[in-house]
């Protein structure tokens, strides 16, 4: 199992960075989960990256917050068969390619899911923004089994301990304490930006 980070504030070289998160993930199928805040860069970088917008299956937007689903009308300009996932797709833990699950909107206000990827050795659950709170993504993830690794973005998460036992810790776009948790879990901790490659 593959994740590509495609989009996030911070990119490396040769990438374009924007306020925003995307990732592909390459289980059984390719799938996008959230496309930035804009389709322009989002292009750019799936086309620098080698990943062929057409070769996509599904898209999965975790909220509708424009720095989430800004690149969709452009991406599917380019892929209009790829299916689409909204925010209020599902109301509890649903399957939607061969191991991979959304955990069905949560949160009040702002309704959020959040990918579950089995990984082999436990599943790596993928958020957005995780308007929800952390800490209640986790707890619905575990629905769904042990967690080896939480990657995107932890918005104002600070229940830090709720992270303990977790392998994997790879925070981005518009995590907050992002310094504490690694100062916590150094050993568990990951940098990912645009361009980051996690193979599990
Ligand atoms: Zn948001
Ligand atoms: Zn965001």
Same mark, same amino acid.
């Given at each position: 199992m593959k994740i590509t980070i495609v989009y996030d504030n911070e990119a490396n070289a040769?990438?374009?960075?924007g306020w925003g998160?995307?990732?592909?993930?390459?289980?059984?199928?390719?799938?996008l989960f959230d496309t930035g805040d804009s389709g322009e860069n989002l292009i750019y970088n799936l086309r620098q990256l080698n990943i062929q917008p057409e070769s996509v299956v599904a898209v999965?937007?975790?909220?509708?917050?424009w720095d989430h689903n800004g690149g969709l009308k452009e991406f599917l300009r380019l892929n209009n068969n790829a299916k689409v996932f909204h925010p209020m797709s599902f109301l509890k833990p649903t399957e939607i390619s061969k191991g991979?699950?959304?955990? /069905?909107? !949560? #949160? =009040?206000?702002i309704k959020e899911q959040?990918?579950?990827?089995?990984?082999?050795?436990?599943?790596?659950?993928?958020?957005?923004?995780?308007h929800p709170g952390l800490e209640n993504i986790i707890e619905r993830s575990?629905?769904?089994?042990?967690?080896? /690794?939480? !990657? #995107? =973005?932890?918005?104002?998460?600070?229940?830090f301990e709720k992270l303990k036992g977790i392998k994997?810790?790879?925070?981005?776009h518009c995590t907050e304490y992002s310094q504490e948790i690694r100062?916590?879990?150094?050993?568990?901790?990951?940098?990912?930006?645009?361009?980051?490659i996690i193979e599990i």
């Open positions: 040769g990438l374009k960075s998160f995307s990732c592909l993930i390459e289980a059984k199928e390719k799938i999965v937007i975790s909220h509708n917050h991979v699950h959304s955990t /069905g909107a !949560l #949160g =009040g206000l959040s990918l579950v990827v089995n990984a082999g050795k436990g599943n790596v659950v993928i958020t957005g923004c995780a575990r629905e769904l089994g042990a967690i080896y /690794g939480v !990657l #995107g =973005g932890f918005h104002s998460f600070s229940k994997l810790i790879a925070p981005c100062a916590m879990y150094s050993n568990k901790f990951r940098e990912i930006k645009a361009g980051s």
